[in-house]
């Protein structure tokens, strides 16, 4: 059974103002000062309407003199107040904004690699750059314009109803109208769209993301038109979901109009009757609609602000499920002191799956990686290899058997130490788009001149880096692609040496490599790594004579070990895959390490 945190089953925009919650007091001078804003709004309007009323009666200047003092001073405060407004609002939403990054971020970052399986290159962007941003909305446009509004309008109907009590009830019902139905309105046209396109939006990033990163194979396999009709096809998607959002915002804005026009009117009819039957001044009676018609400035932006707070639900829905996606693997909540080196790693009886329904991937697997001895583990595509190397760096937890480092139990460490003892070279290592510099000082930030070149050095790449016009200053280019195969797999080798750690995990070092590129550097990986703790995982057999120990791994369990000598004598799957390989030409002649 899932069991789901009690922060998650909330509704994800109330968790999204959740974190705004150390912010309040800055959130209530951005109310504060957007409802003095809209107050001054409706007070200048109104004095201004006095104003003119009053000087059509010709009094002595003195008269109107406290009314031209305040049109003034509230003409002028209302740029303050709405700058104070802008000011907080923004640094609310930025501050949140940053936060809820950095959570995504962290999130995304102990998920990787295992768990971000559901999720795509371009959804991920999509979910880390435009869903975040869009969180900036619900404060500056969902928070504070509809609590102004039913502050500054809740005024502007007090001063209307010490004018003229049935006026007031009509302008209230006005402001109720297009305050809280419209925008309501415009929130059920939006929602879906809101919805669909926030997907739509997700699934064109994932087609870009997808055709810039396969435009070679896509151009070699004569796919391009087809790719550029499934990215149309996804932007066409993308306007048609935008095009309805717009609507229902036109919607909101023209029946807000509307609203407010039957409003005035209303007051205005009202003011009359009342002027007529002697109820009211002359002088009052234009100050009640000029009031009146001023304070749906209160509720004008409603309608757009809900329509995009819909659009920000979406995403906050998006954002949350990151959030709340469950760890790959447990970190214990009183980790063990970090382990010292010398490691010894021992999996006993290991199990792993990827999922429930899916087949084992490792099924009973026992291991023992001891210090100074040089462990291969072979077999073929699938066989769970890479499966072991991933459980090894905590990528994945086991869901049988056991896992020990140095007798304890792997899980009880905390990731970060375990990955400080074990670790080493991935299967796909990634080459950054920086300098040959900087990528290798990713193992180790502090590392000296001196060290960048004994780790290049052994891994036989100094010479080169010598050799460049640039040096080690070079710049590799976007996944190392002014590299060579063998100099990318070089540099993932020279960045684990510098890194330094107890245990060194190659996972296929010698990938898409040609034959004699693979020999070369199987030939100096096994030189290095000698005396070294070293688990190679490898389907290449070349020169694993050299090695302590080899586990041949088939189909999730180890079915062989022994020295190459004696897999090579015993008939099974070590014997045949060597053979073949043999027959290939791919097994050079064992270098004698
Ligand atoms: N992230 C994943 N999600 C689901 N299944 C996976 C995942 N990674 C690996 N598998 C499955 O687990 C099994 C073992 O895969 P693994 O990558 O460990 O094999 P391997 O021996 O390293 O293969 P190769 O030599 O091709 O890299 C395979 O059946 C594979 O399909």
Redesign the pocket.
Known sequence: MTVVPPAARRAPLPRLLALARPLRARLLVAVLAGAATTAAGIALLGVSGFLIARAAEHPSVTALTIAVVAVRALGVSRGVLRYVERLTSHDVAFRVLGDVRVRVYRTLARLAP?GL?ELRSGDLLTRLVSDVDTVQDVFVRGVVPPAAAALAGGAAVGACAFLLAPAAGALAAGLLVAGVLVPLCSVLVARRAAHRAAAARGRLTTRVVDALSGAPDLIAFGARDRAIASLTAADRELTRQTRRNAFALALGAGLGTAVTGLTVWAVLLLGVAAVEDGDLGRVPSAVLVLTALAAFEAVAPLPAAAARLAETGSSARRIMGVLDAPDPVREPSRPLPPPEPPVTVRLRGVRVR??PD??W?LDGVDLDLEPGRRVALV??????????A?LLLRFLDAQGGHVTLNGRDLAAYATDDVRRVIGGCP?HPHVFDSTLRENLRLARPGASDGELDAAAGAARLLPWIRSLPQGWDTPVGVHGARLSGGERQRLALARALLADPALLVL??PTAHLDPAARAALTADLLRVTRGRTTLL?T?DLTGLDAVDEIAV?DR?RIVQRGTHRDLVRRDGLYRRMWARSDAEGQSSPPPSS
């Open positions: 295992a399986r990827y999922g899916d087949p991937a077999g073929p595509s699938g066989a769970g290899k890479s499966t072991v991933a299967q996972d296929e995982i389907h791994l999730g």
